[in-house]
């Protein structure tokens, strides 16, 4: 091979893979930023927690006016669709391609009365390692709705350090 031909195929080579790596970048457009080193990385999943929307939810107000001011929810009761839960995860990864581990996950539940105003809010969260609602300041009682939310926070207070 001339010494031309190995310039080209080197950096043939070079530009093949720089645009093969741009598509492991944490953003979501697949673009790498140069300050990013895609190493100790903690983002946010699912619903966004913004303290002054929630703030604007109040009881009586009716279900379109909480979908305008929340969005979609995450999911929904399954019997009567009378409560709203918008989930929020916190997650960490050391290295870009470990799986994330969360390290903290909320939950905004909007209870709904029969006729479809909001009647409370709670929000639940894990406080030492215990279902906690920091509006109330309480545990939630036993239950149906203590069981779906113990299904959701299942296995967030586990840790494996392989990421497996």
Do not use: W
């Amino acid at each position: 091979m001339t010494r031309i031909t190995r310039r080209a195929a080197l950096l043939g080579a070079i530009a093949t893979s720089s645009l093969a790596l741009a598509g492991c970048g944490p953003d979501a457009s697949g673009f790498v930023l140069p300050t990013s080193t895609g190493m100790n990385e903690e983002f946010t999943r699912g619903f966004v927690m913004d303290d002054a929307l929630i703030a604007q939810v109040k009881p009586g107000m009716d279900v379109q006016s909480v979908l305008q001011i929340l969005g979609t929810p995450s999911t929904t009761s399954t019997v009567g669709n009378r409560t709203f839960y918008y989930i929020s995860q916190k997650v960490h990864r050391l290295f870009q391609f470990q799986n994330p581990q969360v390290v903290d996950q909320q939950v905004l539940v909007i209870y709904f009365n029969k006729g479809f105003k909001v009647e409370r809010i709670a929000n639940y969260g894990l406080q030492d390692g215990v279902i906690f609602d920091f509006i109330s300041r309480t545990t939630p009682a036993g239950g149906e709705e203590q069981s779906f939310l113990r299904n959701l926070f299942r296995g967030v207070t586990k840790f494996n350090p392989l990421g497996g």
